[in-house]
């Protein structure tokens, strides 16, 4: 097993991170009775299952290093275990949903990940706010989002904008990722001052 220590001086906990398509994510890792201790799983997991990994949804799973996408075990005493870059690939050439700043930039996550992956954009930017959805799309950032509706052939992408415009860097990306076509995408050209 690999491990890796990132510290910035308080109590470290363990994250077991995997590779996705889109970026790398954190599970918190448990492999010690004290640390099985101090979760809501203490009377429920016999120590001898130990490792376990906690999925982040009020369960967990048994660990073993063969587990897929499974890249390395770290430590880590921060809010979230890795760089906003790592968790959500930056500017990534097979972006499809995700977000976009009003620098064009864009910030990869998977169909049920926009809410996650807003919230530590806006820890990042906007490190006060309350709503982080909602903060993004004030900022002028957009999100695209799937646009499968269980009835069509095939998944496509939505771009939604909170202000229904875009910025001049916006739409130059949205060039380069072919969505110029899409009606809603059509409609924020023509909103805005570009």
């Known amino acids: 097993m690999i491990y890796h220590s990132v510290s910035g001086g308080a109590v470290l906990k363990k994250y077991a991170v995997y590779a996705g398509e889109t970026g790398f994510y954190c599970y918190e890792f448990i492999d010690t009775p004290e640390a099985l201790a101090e979760t809501q799983f203490k009377d429920r997991v016999d120590p001898e299952m130990l490792p376990i990994v906690l999925d982040g949804n009020n369960g967990y799973f048994r660990f073993t290093s063969n587990d897929y996408g499974f890249v390395q075990v770290i430590e880590s005493d921060d809010k979230y275990p890795l760089p906003l870059e790592q968790m959500y690939f930056k500017n990534d050439d097979r972006f499809k949903l995700g977000w976009m700043s009003p620098e064009g930039d864009t910030y990869s996550c998977d169909f049920t990940s926009h809410e996650k992956a807003a919230a530590m954009i806006a820890n990042k930017f906007f490190p006060d706010a309350k709503y982080p959805e909602r903060t993004l799309g004030r900022a002028g950032w957009l999100k695209i989002i799937d646009s ?32 110029c076509g899409n009606e809603e995408v059509k409609k924020l050209i023509a909103d805005s001052d570009l």
Not at 160 to 178: E, H, N, V
Request: glycine content about 12%; charged content about 25%.
């Open 148 to 179: 499968w509706d269980g009835t069509q052939r095939k998944h496509g992408q939505f771009v939604y904008s909170f202000s229904g415009r875009i910025t001049s860097r916006q739409y130059d990306k949205l060039f380069d990722l072919g969505l």
